[in-house]
């Protein structure tokens, strides 16, 4: 019987990551095209637009999905439903896109993330796309990021910035992402990959200068789209969950409005 019962269940296990697959794949997740058919068409309001980029198979913790699709469906859905509801943002909550650096609809989009930066890697159309996109008032957010992962998301960076540095936006509490909608204290931030320690959150500024525009924040050794994904199982406390959603509210909110 608990034969029996054990295959059963991990049949269900099974078929449900099978379908997980297949949903992903659908969307264009085993390919690398310029554009996903099925994407949010544009009509000016806020869309979740997560960034794909090519990999060597599948990878990633997970061998059903490649990095860059962590979380996905229900990290942006939860978050979206989230964004819409405590502020007056008008977004869709029912869908979501997936785009590559240098697909032109990024442009229409102030705000794009990525996760898994240990995997990313560019082409040399993709840094320069990414670059413009930034300079042109982009805002990229980066998730899901183990301090393994660091050494290649800087390389890449470089790349795009060559002269560009990282700031510690612990040291600097006072920056607007940390007001832009919510008060928030980033030690109450929980710290998915570094049980016990401080969240580390990095940024890059425009001309490596803390009071002009930032380009870049880097959730570093965080992963605040596990907290929003498996919000509604309680498989994370309330109170982290509910910081992590809140700091993902400002810096969201942050990158729309500058």
Known sequence: MMTRTFWRAAGITILALAAGATALAQRGGFRQPMSYSDNVPYDGRFVFVRMSYPTLGLGGRNSFYP??????????????????AVTNLSGHVDGSSIMSFDDPEVFKNPVIYLCEPGYW???????????????????LIVDDFPSVAWSNFEEQMRRVFPQGSWLDMNELPAHPIFHAFYEVDANNIPTYYDLGGKPDFRAMFEDNDPTKRMYVIANYKNDLSEYWEFSETGLKPVDESNEAYKFGVNEFIYGITH
């Open 67 to 84: 990095p860059w699709s962590h979380d996905y469906p229900d990290g942006e859905r939860h978050f979206m439903q989230i964004l819409t």
């Open 121 to 139: 890697s560019i082409s040399d159309a993709q840094v320069v796309a990414l670059r413009s996109y930034l300079q042109k008032g982009g805002f």
